[in-house]
């Protein structure tokens, strides 16, 4: 959307009067990719804080009960269908407890994600997260210099997730093989196995 566009939706009654009237659909029903869909309009028209944080809080609950299932059921997700909201809401959550310096809570959650996701290009850099999580590096640090700013072109399911990075990822994988087998292992109680 333009600039113009966002201001002009922001002030068109009739959609605004469709956003609430969705939203409030989206929060009984507790759609995954709808609540998606009223989050981004949310943040993109920068309306009210309290309605967006209902929205994530309910991504969350929607998201962590799935994926609570899916690791009962010891099934993966996939980066189609609802299952990349699912991973995203985690994802994000990850990276939220990352930048509030919760370094064992981020390193648990990118751990579980990288349980679950069946995708081999988000796996990688999922465990990148979790060894520089498990040496509680700065987030900000982190983002800063070992991040690659200009992110390689790919398909549009990958546009939520940081992929590149400043290195060789299969390099320092191999080099860390032996702390992220260690890692693994420290943190597979949570799976529940």
Not at 129 to 137: F, P, Q, R, V, W
Not at 173 to 183: A, C, R, S
Request: glycine share 2%.
């Amino acid at each position: 959307m333009t600039q113009e566009e966002i201001i002009q939706a922001s002030t068109d009654p009739e959609f605004l009067g469709y956003l609430e009237i969705r939203e409030k659909d989206v929060l009984e029903s507790k759609n995954i990719s709808g609540l998606y869909e009223v989050l981004d309009s949310l943040l993109i028209l920068d309306l009210a804080e309290d309605r967006i944080n209902k929205i994530y809080e309910t991504i969350l609950i929607v998201a962590f009960n799935n994926i609570e299932q899916k690791l009962k059921n010891k099934t993966k997700l996939s980066l189609d269908n609802d299952d990349i909201y699912y991973i995203r809401a985690f994802y994000e959550h990850s990276i939220e407890k990352w930048s509030r310096d919760d370094y064992k809570g981020a390193k648990e959650l990118f751990f579980i994600l990288s349980q679950i996701v069946e995708d081999d290009t988000l796996l990688k850099a999922l465990n990148i997260k979790l060894l520089a999580c498990n040496d509680s590096e700065d987030m900000e640090k982190f983002y800063d210099e070992k991040i690659e700013h200009q992110q390689l072109a790919r398909d549009e399911k990958y546009g939520y997730f940081l992929l590149d990075f400043k290195f060789d990822t299969e390099k320092y994988l191999d080099e860390n093989t032996q702390k992220l087998q260690k890692i693994y292992k420290e943190l597979r109680p949570l799976l529940g196995v």
